[in-house]
T-cell receptor, first 115, second 111 residues
Framework: DAGVIQSPRHEVTEMGQEVTLRCKPI?????LFWYRQTMMRGLELLIY????????DSGMPEDRFSAKMPNASFSTLKIQPSEPRDSAVYFC?????????????FGPGTRLTVL | QKEVEQDPGPLSVPEGAIVSLNCTYS??????FMWYRQYSRKGPELLMY????GNKEDGRFTAQVDKSSKYISLFIRDSQPSDSATYLC???????????FGQGTTLQVKP
């Protein structure tokens, strides 16, 4: 298996633009997590899905952020409109379950810079 | 107060040294304790996983959990330059799905 795949690896955009980050989970993994990592705040959970259903989105910072998982093979995290403070590395991670405490496998991350 | 506290370092040691990395936490409901290793510009990867208080050993790595003190440690014996990375403690309580990470400690092992 190729592991968790994220695209793009790097994204530079201007304030106000829409940004879409993509994640392809490991086949058969039922849990998908979106994290954000910054120097100031460390690694923070934004939202997670179980069997394509959003379970907890309490970490999503504000309404500008939205996430979807239309099928078991694909998830997106969208920021609209983007702001400079959204600059961070965004990670997607997946887990095979059945327990939420099972190991999470992280993708390589998307480094987002908002100018 | 953050739920999980971890000194960000950086920590610099000579090759062969014993390294001690630590985290404290405030929520007694945490049941699972993990250490992730993150190389520069990579995603974190699971290094050690413990459930209960006590020690768990895996090669040169030992994870220690003291639930009474809400304190966890990771020891690295005979440290190698390839151990240079950021080490993140993480913890979770069952059925929430939320992995709470420490800030991460950056370790450099000098040859």
């Amino acid at each position: 298996d190729a592991g968790v795949i994220q695209s793009p690896r790097h994204e530079v955009t201007e304030m106000g633009q829409e940004v879409t980050l993509r994640c392809k989970p490991i086949s058969g993994h039922d849990y998908l997590f979106w994290y954000r990592q910054t120097m100031m705040r460390g690694l923070e959970l934004l939202i997670y899905f179980n069997n394509n259903v959003p379970i907890d989105d309490s970490g999503m910072p504000e309404d500008r952020f939205s996430a979807k998982m239309p099928n078991a093979s694909f998830s997106t995290l969208k920021i609209q409109p983007s702001e400079p403070r959204d600059s961070a590395v965004y990670f997607c991670a997946t887990s095979g379950g059945p327990d939420t405490a099972d190991e999470q496998f992280f993708g390589p991350g998307t480094r987002l810079t908002v100018l | 107060q953050k739920e999980v506290e971890q000194d960000p370092g950086p920590l610099s040691v000579p090759e062969g040294a014993i390294v001690s990395l630590n985290c404290t936490y405030s929520n007694s409901a945490f049941q699972y304790f993990m250490w992730y290793r993150q190389y520069s510009r990579k995603g974190p990867e699971l290094l050690m996983y413990t459930y209960s208080s006590g020690n768990k050993e895996d090669g040169r790595f030992t994870a220690q959990v003291d639930k009474s003190s809400k304190y966890i440690s990771l020891f690295i014996r005979d440290s190698q330059p390839s151990d240079s990375a950021t080490y993140l403690c993480a913890m979770i309580w069952s059925n929430t799905g939320k992995l709470i990470f420490g800030q991460g400690t950056t370790l450099q092992v000098k040859p």
